[in-house]
């Protein structure tokens, strides 16, 4: 079962076969737990928004594409549900919090050999103002700039995943870049 690939997975699951959807859980879940986290700003709300996602993803095995690739699908569904679990609590307005054990080992670490206190003290100061920046953004900037920069996405990729044409995705990109510049203009300059 291990060395079946992803459309493997996917019809054994379509015929009911719960261990090939549990390799792709398996298979997936980091990913989608490391965007969603990136998109929510915690990890709570990270892992129910991939329990959701995965759930919803069963629920429509049947409606999936095979010419589709497996992870680009699962993406687009945890980006969705992210997007939603966003979209409710702003209507209620409620703020979406960062964990503070984010700080030490979270998806958002600077890479870094062997980094020095100075090293550590910027890098900190770094992403503490992305984080200012993203929860400054609209839902769909957000989520257009995590995709983008963090995930590696293209601008198709995005379009379909926010279900945005290419010049909607453009200008989301755009205006989360221009307000990621802006807040770390600052450091940028003293460093």
């Not at 939603?84 to 702003?90: A, E, N, Y």
């Not at 030490?104 to 670490?109: I, S, T, Y």
Request: charged letters at 35%; hydrophobic letters at 40%; aromatic letters at 6%.
């Amino acid at each position: 079962m291990v060395g079946m690939d992803d459309a493997a997975a996917v019809a054994r699951a379509r015929a009911g076969d719960t261990e090939a959807f549990r390799l792709l859980v398996e298979r997936h879940s980091h990913a989608l737990f490391r965007l969603a986290c990136r998109m929510t700003g915690n990890e709570h709300d990270a892992e129910e928004v991939v329990q959701e996602a995965f759930l919803k993803a069963y629920r429509s095995l049947d409606r999936f594409e095979d010419r589709a690739q497996v992870g680009s699908w699962l993406y687009r569904i945890a980006a969705n549900c992210a997007f939603d679990l966003l979209r409710t609590r702003r209507r209620r307005g409620e703020q979406a919090t960062v964990d503070e054990d984010e700080e030490e080992d979270g998806p958002r670490e600077m890479p870094s050999t062997a980094p020095g206190p100075e090293r550590l003290a910027l890098s900190g100061e770094v992403r503490r103002r992305v984080d200012a920046a993203l929860a400054r953004m609209s839902l769909r900037e957000r989520s257009a700039f995590v995709l983008r920069h963090f995930e590696g996405f293209s601008i198709e990729e995005i379009g379909r995943a926010l279900e945005m044409d290419a010049s909607a995705t453009k200008q989301s990109v755009f205006r989360a870049v221009r307000k990621v510049r802006r807040v770390l203009g600052p450091v940028v300059e003293a460093s």
